[in-house]
């Protein structure tokens, strides 16, 4: 095995010029398929990093009716939804893949909110003290909520930085009063999301699916709602996944344990629901997925194409060498040697053509990503199994030459020459 590759790597050196362009089917066809595999997991990251971000694994649960979300922005106090207890809240956290779990009453767009003479029409949530960190943000200046404004149920509020932008603009916030339908509240803090990602907006649909148009969101301590809406609303729940696989998951069964426990009538219209973004996600995946994997075939023509030329080149190899084969005979070599070695020489060819073309897919993948401005993801399986694909093309297009060369006469092979 050792001899029959040392010969074919010398044959494919003697002929430089035309085992490379043997090669160039094979190379061209491998790596069209390492591109555009590696370009699709690029964008089917894009796409999951779109539509959830990253780093965070937020699941929002919220009530429903029947099939909409119920919003306490244009609806009365629901009937039979139970205020969740801590106890409960601690039930969320024990769920599989769950890390953490939040409680927050939310307006999405809040009204009855100035600061001087400029109003504020940006969410307001009702947080408690494990909001921040199931969600996901950092606290920029000033300082978060203590377990006294809770106690105590303290007007104060906190604003992120597109808040802070939109009511003061460049002027220091903490110390400052708002007025939330008609109570005075003091800024304490002012945070921002600890998730850097920034979804990639090229078209004005990817604008509005995407892009935060709102005037900033703003957060009181939920002992202090009452103070704001005069009523205990219907709470949602965040918990944070282990991962964004898991999502789904945790979602669906935090979901399903805040309906058993805080639904109180049997057969009511309302239940909790999770967001599934990762289910969108997927969706969206696959129909990128299945647009491109007509490329991959198309991309395969050349790996047939490629295939041919190794064969073709293979019997011109044989012709070239029929008293050397002949000769081999003569003194004994039997057919399986004479096969091996074609064979062997027909896989060096195409696996050297494989390992190149992996090589100019991987750079051509990356070339591509920083072009479109997608995550590089460069799929190792579809690496492996190109490089085993390339020397298996080799061993089915060089069976046939093989098999003539084995198949020789010695007498006729050295008559011949």
């Known amino acids: 095995m050792f001899e029959n590759t040392r010969l074919a790597f ?13 090669m160039l089917g094979i190379i061209i066809g491998i790596a069209s398929i390492i591109t555009i595999v590696s370009t699709i997991k690029g964008t089917n990251e894009q796409i999951k990093q779109n539509l959830i971000g990253s780093g965070t694994n937020a699941v929002i649960v919220s009530v429903y009716q029947d099939e909409y979300e119920y919003g306490m922005d244009y609806s009365p106090n629901p009937d039979g939804v139970a205020v969740i207890s801590e106890e409960t809240r601690h039930e969320l956290e024990e769920i599989p893949n769950v890390e953490a779990a939040s409680l ?15 109003g504020f029409n940006g969410s307001i949530s009702g947080i408690d003290a494990h909001y921040f960190n199931v969600c996901g943000y950092d606290l920029c200046y000033g300082r978060g909520f203590a377990d006294t404004d809770y106690k105590n149920c303290r007007k104060v509020v906190i604003l992120d930085t597109k808040a802070v932008t939109t009511l003061f603009g460049h002027e220091d916030p903490i110390g400052s009063t708002i007025e939330i339908m008609t109570e005075p ?11 850097t990602f920034k979804p990639v907006i090229e078209t004005i649909n990817d604008y509005y699916m995407y892009a935060d148009t709102s005037s900033g969101s703003m ?28 999502m789904t998951n945790a979602g669906k069964a935090a979901a399903d344990l805040l309906t058993e426990k805080q639904i109180l009538v049997s057969g009511s219209q ?42 073709n080149i293979m019997l011109v190899s044989v ?52 072009v479109m401005q997608t995550p590089t993801a460069i799929s190792v399986p579809a690496i492996i199994i190109s490089a085993l694909f390339s020397a298996v093309i080799g061993i089915v297009f060089g069976l046939l030459p093989a098999m003539k060369a084995a198949k020789m006469s010695p007498i006729d092979a050295l008559r011949r020459e």
């Open 319 to 370: 012709a070239e060498r029929t008293s050397e084969i002949g000769l081999k005979k003569a003194i004994g070599a039997k057919k399986r040697r004479i096969l091996r070695q074609f064979l062997t020489e027909a896989a060096v060819l195409t696996t050297l053509g494989g390992i190149i073309g992996i090589a100019a897919g991987i750079g051509l993948a990356k070339l591509l990503s920083s």
């Open 10 to 22: 010398q044959g494919v050196w003697n002929h430089k010029l035309r085992s490379f362009l043997t």
């Open 104 to 118: 927050f009453r939310k307006r999405s767009y809040a009204n009855g909110i100035y600061y001087k003479n400029t």
């Open 185 to 195: 509240f003091t800024v304490v803090g002012v945070v921002e999301k600890s998730n």
């Open 270 to 311: 309302f239940s909790y629901r999770s967001e599934d973004l990762l289910k969108q996600a997927q969706q969206l995946q696959a129909m990128s997925t299945q647009t491109n994997r007509q490329l991959v075939w198309i991309a395969s023509i050349s790996l047939l194409v490629g295939g041919i030329g190794v064969m």
């Open 219 to 246: 957060f009181i301590p939920d002992s202090a709602w009452p103070i704001v809406y005069r009523f205990d609303e219907p709470q949602s729940a965040a918990v944070k996944a282990s991962g964004t696989d898991a």
